[in-house]
């Protein structure tokens, strides 16, 4: 029996890093440019607090990782002139952070992260990627599976040197933080999309929204508490939430009620701003976790994942020091 999910001993970890882990697997992203990143390190396991360190190369960054083991490796989405003050910003990655343990809807009823909720959050990543990739037109998208749960990290240019505001804009379209109004929907057969303050974003909003209301629906498990539903609308939607499952949406409505369907429509898009971690995605200086370090409070490899449609992190973000613990 594999025992992941509790924290790494300091052995544990001096093995990965000195055993498994290999900066040549660092993402080429994360390579270019990296003494201009900042990195951070938690050697405790109490947070961040050796900040501000640069790297002038890789192999400085081997040195320093294989020598410390960290509790936690991270580094800026920020790319700075001068990065060991924070200093002389130039533009930062467009980040949405997905934790299966803060999800606000989950069918799961765990404490922390299990295999239900870390696969619920994929499958909501693999909803994300599609509206960034398809709706956006952005192309420079990396997904790292952080340990327990998706960083979607998104280079473009375009969207690299947006503010806090734009940021918030696009992460409120991606998630359907708002229930669709008139201004989102084409009046001629032009299909102008609307536009955003710092660029256009394509008339797909209601779209959009459906998928993530579908996505809310089928993962309810009738204990949440959501504004502008009430318990009997809450056991309602999921008696009838197969009718969602086969986009029958009409039917569902009437069986709800066009008053408590509005009801429901306003009470998700709410909920929904919680899908991602919001002030992740508009910090412009944030540290994430290291794509190839060691996620120590669960044991569990943070790496890019190439192929989030088959991407299994019970099996592929497993540790070779995890299969050999012994259950208490």
Not at 173 to 180: C, D, F, I, Q, R
Not at 208 to 218: A, C, G, H, P, Q
Not at 256 to 268: A, D, F, S
Request: hydrophobic share 35%.
């Amino acid at each position: 029996m594999i025992i992941i999910f509790q924290s790494a001993t300091l052995e544990e970890r001096r093995r990965y890093y000195r055993e498994e882990w290999d900066v040549k697997h660092l993402p080429d992203f994360i390579k270019k440019e990296l003494n201009k990143r900042e990195f951070g390190f938690d050697h405790l396991g109490k947070g961040p607090n050796d900040r501000y360190r640069v790297f002038r190369d890789t192999d400085m960054l081997k040195k320093f990782i294989r020598y410390r083991s960290p509790f936690a490796a991270y580094c800026s989405v920020a790319f700075y002139k001068k990065p060991r003050k924070r200093g002389d910003w130039l533009k930062s990655e467009l980040i949405f952070d997905v934790d299966a343990k803060d999800l606000p809807i989950r069918s799961c009823a765990c404490d922390g992260v299990c295999e239900i909720c870390l696969n619920e959050a994929r499958t909501l990543v693999i909803d994300l990627l599609d509206t960034l990739k398809q709706d956006l037109g952005l192309k420079n998208v990396h997904v790292i599976y952080s340990g327990r749960g998706y960083h979607i990290r998104i280079l473009d240019e375009e969207v690299m040197t947006l503010d806090s505001e734009g940021r918030s804009q696009v992460l409120k379209y991606l998630v359907g933080a708002e229930a669709p109004k008139s201004k989102y929907v084409a009046i001629d057969s032009s299909q102008k999309p609307y536009q955003l303050e710092h660029f256009s974003i394509p008339i797909g909003y209601p779209a959009v929204f459906t998928s993530r209301l579908k996505y809310d629906i089928m993962n309810l498990n009738g204990n949440e508490k959501i504004e502008d539903i009430n318990p009997k609308l809450l056991k309602d939607i999921i008696k009838y939430r197969e009718m969602v499952k086969k986009d029958e949406w009409g039917l569902f409505k009437n069986k709800i009620g066009p008053i408590r369907y509005k009801n429901m429509i306003e009470g998700m898009s709410k909920i929904n701003l919680g899908l991602v971690d919001a002030k992740v995605s508009i910090d412009l200086k944030r540290i994430l976790r290291m794509p190839t370090s060691l996620h120590s409070k669960v044991s569990m490899r943070c790496m890019e994942v190439k192929n989030v449609d088959k991407f299994d992190p019970l099996k592929d973000a497993v540790p070779n020091f995890v299969s050999e613990r012994k259950g208490n």
